[in-house]
């Protein structure tokens, strides 16, 4: 098992790595729209996603991989009416076959986001 690190996504805000590279599987730790030059989160849940997902594709590829490896994911939403508005960005970052998902309305994310991503791919 390896650790993926790369200092273009947010560091990890507690004891928990970016993600974990088991060989076959790379698990990605649920990422908050969080700029990692700046630090700061955009206002609007549209942003929010396409930064989660800016910041899983910069771990997946510090371990080698494309947002075509991942085969799920999970989003989490402070507000399951922006299920439309994240869809709409979701649908950019990948293609047919899409990966597997779940998404579900959580009470509140860390930092105040409107969203976590997290993902698993497969080499």
């Known amino acids: 098992m390896n650790v993926v690190s790369t200092s273009n996504a947010p560091a990890a805000i507690g004891p928990y790595s970016q993600a974990l590279d088991l060989g076959d599987l790379v698990f990605v730790s649920g990422q908050i729209p969080v700029n990692p030059a700046t630090g700061l989160m955009a206002d609007t ?3 929010q996603a396409a930064q989660s997902l800016a910041n899983i ?3 997946l590829a510090q371990a080698g991989l494309t947002m075509a490896n ?3 994911t999970v989003i989490f939403l402070a507000d ?5 508005a994240v869809n709409q960005v979701y649908a950019q970052a990948f293609s047919e076959p899409y990966p597997a998902r779940s998404c579900v309305q959580v009470a509140a994310i860390p930092k105040g986001a409107k969203l ?3 993902c698993i791919a497969k080499r």
């Open 70 to 72: 991942v085969v799920k």
């Open 45 to 47: 849940v549209e942003e």
């Open 57 to 59: 594709k910069a771990i």
């Open 116 to 118: 976590e991503i997290e």
């Open 80 to 84: 399951i009416n922006d299920f439309a």
